[in-house]
């Protein structure tokens, strides 16, 4: 005779068993990705007393500080790009973990880079960097962005002097709302190259690198 309650009971217990071992496999991911992204985050907080380390004691050496400053962030961009595949495929492997804060904290390390991005090219007088602001959609498809985002890949590896930063526009973030209001950015795919030539919808590599130098 069968027993029904040892058959559910054993039936319950694999369930449990089984939503356990999900549940530990995405803290796993999570603290990873959370893991990543507080390493990017210090690389950043390097090139911040990097930057303030001249002004404070009135060091010249501007040359040395340049080469720590490009280091720096290049190391900060080559990890962004990294954590952005690692987040795609951790989110779609996820059936328990709340990867929210986990996009906010990237999105706003890689908004830092781009500040810090910026600031170097005054500091160091280095108009051959040309930072490139990525925004595209986090919350809904987009199969545009995913297009533009390989022709980013191809424009990071071709040109080493392009900094290219993603940022979703979708997450509702005040210092992102702010710099889309400021330079008109209404739409994904949208590209801000040198903070200062916007560009909407899915571009070929030629129309991105345009008249900047490309090395």
């Not at 990867?99 to 781009?114: K, Q």
């Not at 986090?138 to 392009?162: A, H, I, M, S, Y």
């Amino acid at each position: 005779m069968v027993n029904y309650k040892l058959t559910l009971a054993l039936t319950i217990i694999v369930a449990l068993g089984a939503i356990l071992a999900i549940k530990v496999m995405d803290d796993m991911r999570f603290e990873s990705m959370s893991n990543e992204i507080g390493n990017s985050m210090l690389d950043g907080e390097s090139t911040r007393l990097i930057l303030l380390y001249p002004q404070i004691f009135n060091i010249n050496d501007s040359e040395k500080m340049c080469q720590i400053i490009d280091f720096n962030t290049k190391r900060q961009m080559d990890s962004s790009f990294h954590l952005v595949n690692l987040l795609k495929i951790y989110e779609d492997a996820n059936l328990m973990s709340d990867y929210e804060i986990v996009r906010e904290r990237y999105t706003l390390s890689n908004i830092e880079l781009w500040f810090y991005i910026t600031q170097s090219k005054v500091v160091c007088n280095n108009s051959d960097i040309v930072p490139v602001l990525f925004f595209h959609t986090t919350k809904t498809k987009c199969p545009e962005c995913v297009v533009q985002g390989q022709v980013l890949d191809k424009v990071r590896d071709k040109c080493k002097n392009f900094r290219i930063i993603t940022v979703p526009n979708d997450l509702d973030i005040e210092i992102v709302n702010l710099i889309m209001e400021q330079y008109g950015v209404v739409t994904a795919p949208s590209l801000l190259i040198n903070n200062e030539r916007l560009i909407w919808g899915v571009v070929s590599e030629d129309d991105i690198i345009g008249d900047f130098e490309c090395y």
